[in-house]
Nanobody, 115 residues
Framework: QVQLVESGGGLVQPGGSLRLSCAAS????????MGWYRQAPGKERELVAS???????NYADSVRGRFIISRDNAKNTVFLQMNSRKPEDTDDYYC?????????WGQGTQVTVSS
């Protein structure tokens, strides 16, 4: 069983920054890809950014140049540094981990961009 613990969500003003963290734990866990998705009410969950075990990253066009995904493989943790936040970045953000135990989702953390 894989457990994900997300943290870092909250309220931020437009133009501000916020950092999300997601720590994975589990016995005999080998992690491949890690990423962040977001979902607005009534909409499908969409990829924000992902990072392979080798460090290859992928970003949604809407966040490229503003968000940075990174990993601490020793701690099985993925981070999402969100800069230059816009009101349209307001969503629930979900961590996703692809591992030897399959695909696992975090519980989600709410991020609100508002003045």
């Amino acid at each position: 069983q894989v457990q994900l613990v997300e943290s870092g969500g909250g309220l931020v003003q437009p133009g501000g920054s916020l950092r999300l963290s997601c720590a994975a734990s589990g016995r005999m866990l080998v992690i491949n890809g890690m990423g962040w998705y977001r979902q607005a009410p009534g909409k499908e969950r969409e990829l924000v950014a992902s990072c392979t075990s080798g460090g290859r990253t992928n970003y949604a066009d809407s966040v490229r140049g503003r968000f940075i995904i990174s990993r601490d493989n020793a701690k099985n943790t993925v981070f999402l540094q969100m800069n230059s936040r816009k009101p349209e970045d307001t969503d629930d953000y979900y961590c996703n981990v692809n591992s030897s135990r399959g695909n696992t989702w975090g519980q989600g953390t709410q991020v609100t961009v508002s003045s």
